[in-house]
C-alpha cells in the first residue's frame, strides 16, 4: 500500500514545476543535504570491510525511506520482536530469624519462717489428702444397702407421698414425714416390718456375691486400709467380714484368757472385769505354768504361716520382717 502511494505522489509530481514551486536557495539546500548523505553513506561502506548490502533507506532521506516501507519488513520486524521472550529472573529473599531474648529470672526472696512453715504444711496437706484417696481405692467400695428397719421404711413413703410448698424446705418436709411415719395403722406396721426382714436377707446374699467377688488378699488389704483411714479420719473402722480370710494367731496370754472363759468361771462379770482377774492371774503364774500356753501360741504361729501362704499366696509380714533382719545383719 505504500508503494502505490509513492507512485501515484511521483505521479502528480510531474505535472508540478519544482522550479516554480521552490526558489533556488532552497533547490540548493536540499542538492547539497543530499549529495552529503551519499558521500557520508560511502565513507562508511568504505571502513566497514563485512561487505554488507546497505539498503536504500540508508540513503534516502527519513521522510522518503519511510513512505517506500514496504508492508513485509514491518511484519517482519514485528514477529521478529514477538518471537523474542522475556525471561524474568527470580529473585529469593531469605528471612532472617531473630533470637528470641530470654528473660532472666528474677531473683529468689528469702522465705521468712512462717512462710516456709506455711509451705511445709500445705505440702502435708496434700500428700495427706493423696495417701485419703489411695486409700480409698483399695478400701473397696461396698454396694448400696436397702432399707432394712420399719420406721425408715415407713418414713421413706410417707415422704414419697408428700409435696413440697412453695416456701418449704426440704428438712421441713422431711420432719412432716416423721411425724406422719409415727402415726401409722397396724397394717402398715407389718407390711413395713415383712419387706424390712426381706431387704436384710437381699442384703447379705447381695454383700456375700460381692464379698466374693474379690480375692482373700484384696479383702485383707481392704480392711488393712479401712484401719488406717479410721486412725487418720478419727472414725470407727467397718472391716469386711470374709470367711475365707486367714484368723490371726493368738499370744500364750490370749490362750489363756480363751481357757479360762471356756471354763466358764466369769459368766457373771462384765468384760473390764474380766480383763483385770486374768491378767493379775497371768502375772502371778511361774513360768513352767506359762510354759504350756506358750507352746500352744507357737503352734497357733505355725498353723497361720502355713494358712498365710495357701490363701494370700505370699509370706506373712513377720517372716519378712525377720528375713530382712537377718540379711541386714
Known amino acids: 500500500m505504500p508503494l502505490n502511494l509513492a507512485r501515484r505522489g511521483v505521479g502528480a509530481l510531474r505535472h508540478l514545476s519544482l522550479s516554480d514551486t521552490f526558489s533556488r536557495p532552497v533547490c540548493n539546500t536540499i542538492a547539497q543535504s543530499h ?46 520482536t514477538e518471537g523474542k521472550r522475556t525471561t524474568k529472573v527470580k529473585t529469593t529473599t531469605t528471612k532472617t530469624i531473630k533470637a528470641k531474648k530470654t528473660k532472666k529470672s528474677a531473683p529468689k526472696k528469702d522465705l521468712t519462717e512462717e512462710q516456709k512453715e506455711a509451705a511445709d504444711e500445705k505440702k502435708k496437706i496434700l500428700k495427706l489428702k493423696q495417701l485419703i484417696k489411695e486409700l480409698k481405692a483399695t478400701a473397696l467400695t461396698p454396694p448400696k444397702q436397702l432399707p432394712s428397719q420399719p420406721h425408715l421404711l415407713a418414713i421413706g413413703e410417707k415422704r414419697k407421698a408428700l409435696e413440697r410448698g412453695p416456701d418449704e424446705s426440704m428438712p421441713d418436709v422431711f420432719r412432716r414425714a416423721v411425724a406422719l411415719s409415727r402415726s401409722i395403722t397396724a397394717e402398715e406396721q407389718q407390711k413395713f416390718a415383712a419387706q424390712a426382714e426381706a431387704n436384710r436377707k437381699t442384703n447379705a446374699t447381695t454383700r456375700e456375691e460381692w464379698i466374693k467377688s474379690h480375692t482373700p488378699l484384696q479383702i485383707k488389704d481392704a480392711n488393712h486400709a479401712r484401719r488406717r483411714l479410721a486412725h487418720l479420719t478419727n472414725k470407727k473402722a467397718a472391716l469386711l467380714h470374709d470367711d475365707r480370710l486367714v484368723k490371726r494367731p493368738s499370744s500364750a496370754y490370749a490362750q489363756f484368757l480363751q481357757e479360762r472363759i471356756r471354763n466358764g468361771d466369769f459368766k457373771y ?61
Do not use: C
Open 269 to 329: 462379770m462384765s468384760v473390764v472385769e474380766i480383763g483385770q482377774r486374768t491378767g493379775e492371774e497371768w502375772n502371778g503364774m511361774t513360768e513352767p505354768e506359762k510354759a504350756k500356753y506358750r507352746e500352744l501360741e507357737v503352734a497357733d504361729k505355725n498353723r497361720y504361716h502355713q494358712e498365710y501362704l495357701e490363701v494370700y499366696g505370699e509370706e506373712p509380714g513377720f517372716v519378712t520382717r525377720a528375713n530382712k533382719a537377718e540379711a541386714e545383719a
Open 35 to 80: 549529495a552529503r548523505r551519499i558521500s557520508l553513506a560511502a565513507n562508511s561502506r568504505s571502513l566497514h570491510a563485512s561487505g554488507r548490502h546497505v539498503s536504500a533507506a540508508g540513503v534516502l532521506p527519513k521522510t522518503l525511506a519511510n513512505g517506500y516501507a514496504t508492508k513485509s519488513t514491518s511484519d517482519g520486524a514485528a514477529k521478529s
